[in-house]
């Protein structure tokens, strides 16, 4: 068996909770900002809304302007949604 934190990238896949973590906001402001799409959208996986961490990544990289941040010269999130 294969130890989850061991795995580059882990977790690919982040649940509401996770992904406020993540951004280090609470619940209820990454809620409200994804609802007003003013954060990356998440897709369904049954009753589960997820988001890529990737996605998360690209989108704090275009928010700070970093480096690499919008490769394909395009800001929307249409590609990861």
Known sequence: ???AAALPNWPARLGEDLA??????SKTN???KWQSRQYPQ???????LLWSRVQLDRFVEAQFGLT??????????????
């Not at 406020?20 to 906001?25: F, I």
């Not at 998440?42 to 589960?48: H, I, Q, T, Y």
């Open 20 to 25: 406020a973590a993540y951004l280090g906001v």
């Open 30 to 32: 990454f809620r409200g």
């Open 42 to 48: 998440p897709v369904r996986d049954g009753n589960r």
């Open 1 to 3: 068996m294969t130890d």
């Open 68 to 81: 690499g941040a919008n490769e394909q010269g395009d800001d929307s999130w249409a590609d990861l949604r």
